[in-house]
């Protein structure tokens, strides 16, 4: 991918620094082109942007990601993908079928002291008002396997997928994204994704507009 050949070459050159005690930060807009920390600043905007910092060990890299994204998987994608999720579901998936995608990548610490989430799309509630709102769909929850904190998240009762290939990551993203993410596909191949927290709220919402267009 683009970004993994950019974040290769931002932390060569940045490598002569590595004996400093404190971290240099670097600052890319969405087009990966380096900014100050003030043009950084001025670009996050919390509706349609966010600020995503990526750590190294000699250098923090801030990101511009934007928030809503549309795009689309190539015939051979798409299906290969849908083969992907009938392979690791309990049962496969047709060829008319939308998917929704509840995403988590890299591991973060946790400010709580409850032993389990209380995220409102893990409960069976918004599975039911899923499949109300958008028929003939399915639900997965897929996990990088960077990701280790599955208990937190409803593990085993969640049938999290380790996405151990980075089948997801490799076909939507062009950055590491260390942030919420949801993902609506549809037969066609046409996605979009969200990036940041969310709520069963926004995910039912916007699944059903999605899947509702032409």
């Known amino acids: 991918m683009y970004l993994k050949h950019f974040l290769s070459v931002v932390i060569s050159l940045f490598f002569v620094s590595s004996f400093s005690q404190k971290k240099e930060i670097k600052y890319f807009d969405e087009f990966r082109q380096e900014i100050n920390k003030r043009q950084f600043k001025k670009l996050i905007d919390y509706k349609n942007t966010i600020d995503i910092y990526i750590e190294r060990d000699s250098l923090t890299l801030g990101l511009i990601v934007k928030r ?11 299906n290969a993908f849908r083969r992907y999720l009938s392979e690791v579901a309990t049962t496969p998936i047709n060829e008319n079928e939308k998917i929704v995608i509840s995403y988590l990548y890299e591991e973060a610490e946790l400010k709580t002291t409850q032993q389990k989430s209380t995220w409102n799309v893990l409960s069976a509630n918004f599975l039911k008002r899923l499949h109300e709102t958008s028929p ?79």
């Open 68 to 78: 809503n994204n549309f795009g689309k998987l190539s015939s051979r994608n798409n």
């Open 136 to 214: 003939n769909v399915r639900q997965f929850y897929i996990v990088s396997p960077k990701n280790s904190k599955l208990d937190y998240f409803g593990a085993p009762e969640i049938p999290w997928i380790i996405d151990a290939d980075f089948n997801v990551e490799r076909l939507f993203f062009d950055k590491p994204i260390n942030s919420g993410i949801y993902i609506l596909l549809k037969p066609n191949g046409l996605y979009y994704f969200y990036v940041g927290e969310y709520g069963d709220f926004m995910v039912l919402e916007n699944a059903s507009k999605f899947f509702a267009k032409k």
